[in-house]
């Protein structure tokens, strides 16, 4: 059976649908590059905001339109609204979060434990969602109480996945040809907090370092709380890359108390300062909400310039979005849509220029890249674009495809995506 795979949102849906990906070639079916020559779709959606729970319907939808046989529906929107999931067309089958990890298993009427006997080697999915990195699930569900966030809700409590699973799934993505691997999860820096005794996110990250030769191993999203100065000391190790997401929502104390998020602009500047001491170069990157209830223009200035003052590598700028279910739904004081808007355009622009400003700080070094894209830009040479370890984005010129190679590239100017340089012999 010819099966395509399409995820929206977060690093956790790709990691999953990667899983999904191996666990049917393992079957025996063929991973394709589009809906239109697929027998079977499966959609593994997203509602963090209104526009992702859109975007998860238009891909439904999309599917259909372009001939799929048949569409399976997983994901954080169709746990939430499995009824709405179901009316879309050729939807056969909607399989809450709750219920994914056995997915392949009940669409292909085979016991779970099938998948286990004989894992195969990781291949990079095809078409859209084409990386040359591995992203792996070490841990699903969240515990917070975040007021804005559904999240939580669809994903449930917190639980990690063994240290020895993890480990098994990254030495199937290395013997595959992976050289990059980023752990994720929804709340990946709570990982080990269920597991008796208790356990750490540093553990660990040891222990991948320790018994397997990952070339570079990168972490998505974690929460500031979840962090303490002991746990810089794992960059000691070249091999973790330099680059922490660390989701701020906002720089002012009162919106920060409003949302329930455990921290304060004191503690993250804090936070950060000790990052950068122990990692020379480390990117920051941060998700920043505008707009949400009770925010007036003194919180949104205080909000500005601590995002100013931090000198984010990048972000993601979100106008508050109202979810049904949540906290923040009940709290007074809303905030227009035009200014919201307004006030996000603003944001956007003060992340980049530090973005800018980072990559500036680049110009004239040299740095190790790894390829994830590659496009034919004329009759004897390609364009690659790929990823430094602390997240700069390069691009090149080169005669040959180094699609999942790592190169040394001197960087040489500024693009709108990033710094582009010439490659060293």
């Known amino acids: 059976m010819k099966i395509f795979l399409d995820s929206i949102g977060c690093r956790l849906n790709q990691s999953e649908i990667e899983r999904f990906a191996a666990q049917f070639r393992a079957a025996g079916h063929t991973i394709v590059n589009t809906a239109g020559e697929a027998e079977l779709v499966v959609v593994n959606t997203c509602t963090v905001t209104s526009a992702a729970a859109s975007d998860s319907r238009q ?4 599917a259909a339109r372009l001939g799929a046989g048949e569409i399976v529906v997983t994901g954080c929107w169709s746990t939430l609204e499995p009824a709405s999931a179901a009316t879309l067309p050729k939807v056969r089958r909607v399989v809450s979060n709750r219920d994914k990890d056995r997915l392949v298993a009940e669409v292909l009427d085979a016991p ?9 080697a990781r291949e990079p999915l095809p078409g859209s969602h084409l990386r040359t990195r591995a992203f792996i699930k070490t841990q699903d569900g969240c515990d917070n109480h975040c007021t804005f966030c559904i999240t939580r809700i669809a994903r449930g409590a917190g639980r990690s996945e063994s240290i020895q699973t ?3 799934d990254i030495q199937i993505a290395l013997a595959g040809g992976t050289r990059e691997v980023v752990l994720s999860g929804v709340h990946l820096g709570s990982w080990g907090y269920d597991f008796s005794p208790r356990s750490h996110l540093r553990d660990l990250i040891r222990t991948i370092l320790q018994e397997t030769d990952v070339e570079r191993l990168r972490l998505s999203s974690l929460e500031p709380w979840d962090l303490d ?36 602009p004191a503690e993250f500047r804090q936070l950060i300062a000790v990052a950068r001491q122990a990692a020379p170069g480390m990117a920051v990157t941060t998700d920043l909400i505008v707009g949400f209830p009770g925010e007036d223009e003194v919180e949104f200035a205080e909000s500005l310039a601590f995002v100013q003052e931090m000198e984010f590598m990048g972000g993601h700028v979100f106008s508050y979005s109202a979810r049904p279910g949540t906290p923040a739904v009940r709290l007074s004081n809303p905030v227009p849509g035009p200014i919201a808007r307004h006030r996000s355009e603003q944001m956007r622009q003060v992340l980049a220029e530090s973005s800018t400003a980072f990559c500036a ?5 040299e740095v190790s890249v790894l390829w994830e894209a590659t496009n034919v830009y004329g009759p004897a040479g390609w364009k690659l674009h790929g990823l430094t370890d602390n997240y700069l984005r390069v691009e090149v010129h080169s005669p040959q495809r180094l699609w999942n190679k790592i190169s040394r590239v001197r960087l040489d100017r500024l693009t709108d995506q990033g710094l582009a340089g010439s490659l060293i012999e």
């Open 59 to 62: 891909k439904i939808r999309q």
């Open 112 to 120: 779970l434990e099938e998948f286990d006997l004989e894992p195969v």
């Open 166 to 168: 993890v480990v098994s």
């Open 229 to 264: 100065e002991d746990f810089f000391q794992l960059w000691e190790n070249p091999r973790l890359c330099r680059h922490l997401h660390l989701p701020l929502q906002s720089g002012s104390e009162q919106t920060l108390h409003r949302m329930a998020r455990h921290t304060t």
């Open 361 to 365: 700080q680049h110009l004239g070094t």
